[in-house]
């Protein structure tokens, strides 16, 4: 067996190193991603028995007991609240193949030992350029247009605007919030921001939250899910904004109020949104934001280019590498290091 303890530490795991998988990766794929076996290791691949929410039987506690080193679900239907985590005895990393890590309780792992790593910046230009076509799509009605035109009519839905007349404000000026400044400069149009961490950005104003929610044409939400997030754009955040705004969301779902958005855009003090990520997902089919016409939505896939997965991938590989070779992972989010 490998030698392990709680943390990660500053030897090399040696022997035969378990890597468990909770997602659908295949065991090919796995194993690509840590190059083949040395001759210092022997990698075993292990899959939960049931994954199911809540669910921690007898066979998934000792599978989550033997793991070195776990790849959780991409999708985030796996979880790993404090309660797996404290099996998890072995474990030297917690890899996200994702950059949202929601669905781990990362604060247990911390107070456990166990870093958990996100895969930060792999999908920043895929989103980037989602936004971007979001907005573009409401300011110049494309869906609407699309879809009148099918129908057999003729003409356009309603005048549009330019991108580069409207003030566009950014929530979280980080990995992709920085990469749809880059894009919307080259538009021309004013950018303000806002942070918790204090930034600066070329061309761009950095202003507090009211002050941007209530200048902005356009306002953009890039911040990671947290307690602090849950919602950060409520009712008061959405009555701030100006009349015939738009609000672009493809952080998290739950990171605006969508009863209080609905509301907004029924009374019509919003002029649009565009949405990518929803409180629950899938959306039901019943959800409200499926009847408006100024509304444009997608599945959750912002990030979803051959780019971004294959950037995945590889910060995936190399952090299962960095471990096993004894070496301190990248992108850790619980702040968990190396006991030295």
Same mark, same amino acid.
């Given at each position: ?20 998988c909770?997602?659908s ?23 939960p ?12 506690r ?5 793991? =070195? ?8 239907r ?26 781990? =309780? ?22 980037? =350029? ?12 494309? #869906? ?6 099918r ?18 404000g950014?929530?979280g ?5 920085s990469?749809?400044a880059?894009?919307?400069? #080259? ?13 600066s950005?070329?061309?761009?104003e ?18 990671p ?17 100006? &009349? ?6 493809a ?5 605006? &109020?969508?009863?209080?958005?609905i509301?907004?855009l ?33 599945s959750h896939s ?7 997965r ?7 590989g190399?952090n ?8 301190e ?7 968990v290091?190396?006991?030295?």
């Amino acid at each position: 067996m490998a030698e392990t303890s709680q943390a990660a530490g500053s030897r090399g795991l040696t022997g035969t190193v378990t890597v468990l998988c909770l997602g659908s990766m295949p065991e090919e794929a796995v194993r690509s991603l840590l190059g083949g076996d040395s001759t210092a290791t022997r990698i075993m691949v292990e899959f939960p028995p049931n994954p199911a929410a809540g669910s921690t039987g007898g066979a998934l506690r000792e599978v989550l007991a033997r793991a =070195d080193l776990v790849i959780t679900d991409g999708g985030q239907r796996f979880r790993l609240d404090r309660e797996r985590l404290t099996l998890m005895t072995r474990c030297r990393l917690i890899q996200q193949p994702s950059v949202g890590f929601e669905a781990i =309780d990362h604060r247990a792992a911390a107070d456990l030992g166990i870093p958990v790593a996100n895969c930060a910046g792999s999908n920043r230009d895929s989103v980037a =350029d989602w936004v971007v076509m979001g907005i573009l799509n409401l300011i110049r009605h494309g #869906a609407q247009g699309d879809r009148i035109l099918r129908r057999g009519a003729w003409g356009a839905p309603a005048v549009g605007r330019e991108l580069g007349a409207l003030t566009v404000g950014i929530v979280g000026l980080g990995n992709v919030g920085s990469a749809v400044a880059v894009r919307l400069r #080259a538009f021309g149009c004013p950018i303000l921001f806002t942070d918790v961490i204090p930034r600066s950005l070329p061309g761009a104003e950095e202003v507090s939250l009211e002050e941007l929610l209530s200048r902005s044409d356009v306002v953009t939400v890039h911040v990671p899910l947290d307690h602090d997030t849950h919602p950060l754009i409520g009712s008061v955040q959405l009555r701030t904004m100006r &009349d015939g705004a738009i609000l672009v969301n493809a952080s998290r779902g739950p990171v605006v &109020d969508e009863a209080a958005l609905i509301e907004n855009l029924d009374q019509g003090h919003l002029a649009g949104a565009a949405l990518d990520v929803f409180e629950h997902e899938p959306l039901a089919e019943e959800s409200p934001l499926r009847r408006f016409d100024n509304v444009f939505i997608t599945s959750h896939s912002g990030g979803n280019t051959r780019e971004a997965r294959a950037r995945g991938r590889e910060m995936v590989g190399a952090n299962l590498r960095r471990v096993i070779a004894g070496l301190e992972p990248f992108n850790v989010v619980n702040g968990v290091g190396f006991r030295r």
